[in-house]
């Protein structure tokens, strides 16, 4: 078993860190815990917990990430060394097993390091004006939110059909209702996914959050955090400018069946592009540190 290390943290800087992390976590999942233990639901910061499947106990954990070794306090070693995939050396010293690591979630590595590169590789297209949301709701009677529409079912529908839809998402693609499908210009599946997902499609850029997590400890919790607030400012956006009517919640709607909204759209979507962009490639570096020789 190897542990390839480049930095050594004192105890006194991964304690720092680890309640540093904790807070920025808990801005989000201390809300989510009180509302689901008086069984109330939230429209927009909900999806975090529920559409992602990484439990807030899970996402609130603090991982120095691959290439950092932990030293030990005056109690003992950090607590990684009780965790998955993680090994301790003769004076204490926790770091993440690389190997092990690698032989349980290498194949998700390569599909990840594939999956982000090839996303990377392609321009923004800030075309789509979020339409995926309204496609989920075209002309069906049950609806993913219960939520009133903003225009109504008539003048939802006729959005939708006054559109040209472009949804390159599966995960986005595969909520649309059946009269829906028909109607984007592409037809993802997973299976195409890689050759298909584009930099300025808001849910590629929410699953950078995904991405993260799913490449576990070897990711370093300050990234993780960094991903999920950009989620957290994507989804905000996803849900303003879909056909829902947001306002009981106190959103404004980025009302994309105008000019002005369309507009106000595609900024905030070049946005939070670049910051995805910024995102996206560390993560990558870590693909590939995982995976050097």
């Known amino acids: 078993m190897t542990a390839v290390v480049g930095t050594l943290f004192a105890w006194q800087e991964w304690q720092t860190r680890t309640a540093a992390h904790e807070a920025r976590i808990d801005r989000w999942a201390v809300p989510h815990r009180e509302r689901r233990?008086?069984?109330e639901t939230h429209p927009v910061h909900d999806f975090l917990f529920t559409y992602y499947s990484e439990t807030p106990g899970r996402v609130r954990r603090w991982h120095p990430g691959v290439g950092t070794a932990l030293a030990p306090s005056d109690d003992g070693p950090a607590p990684h060394a009780a965790w998955r995939w993680y090994r301790t050396d003769d004076d204490g010293v926790v770091a993440l097993d690389r190997d092990g690591y690698l032989a349980d979630r290498g194949t998700t590595v390569e599909f990840v390091r594939g999956l982000l590169a090839a996303t990377?590789?392609?321009?923004?297209f800030a075309g789509c004006f979020g339409l995926h949301e309204w496609a989920m709701v075209y002309r069906a009677d049950e609806r993913r939110h219960a939520l009133p529409l903003r225009l109504g079912r008539a003048g939802t529908d006729a959005v939708v059909e006054a559109a040209q839809i472009r949804c390159s998402h599966y995960d986005a693609f595969r909520f649309f209702t059946p009269e829906a499908v028909g109607r984007n210009r592409l037809q993802p599946t997973r299976e195409?996914?890689?050759?298909?997902?584009?930099p300025g499609c808001l849910h590629a850029t929410m699953d950078l959050y995904k991405w993260a997590y799913k490449l576990g400890p070897a990711v370093p919790g300050e990234l993780l955090a960094d991903c999920f607030d950009l989620a957290a400012d994507v989804r905000e956006l996803d849900m303003r400018a879909s056909p829902y009517d947001l306002g009981d919640a106190g959103y404004?709607?980025?009302?994309?069946?105008?000019p002005e909204g369309r507009t106000e759209y595609a900024t905030a979507q070049r946005r939070f592009?670049?910051?995805?962009?910024?995102?996206r490639q560390?993560?990558?570096?870590?693909?590939?540190?995982l995976t050097q020789a």
């Open 120 to 124: 990377a590789s392609r321009p923004v």
């Open 37 to 39: 233990s008086r069984g």
């Open 282 to 289: 560390r993560l990558l570096a870590i693909c590939e540190t």
């Open 252 to 258: 404004t709607p980025v009302a994309i069946e105008t």
């Open 273 to 279: 592009a670049r910051r995805g962009g910024e995102l």
């Open 192 to 198: 195409t996914q890689p050759a298909l997902e584009q």
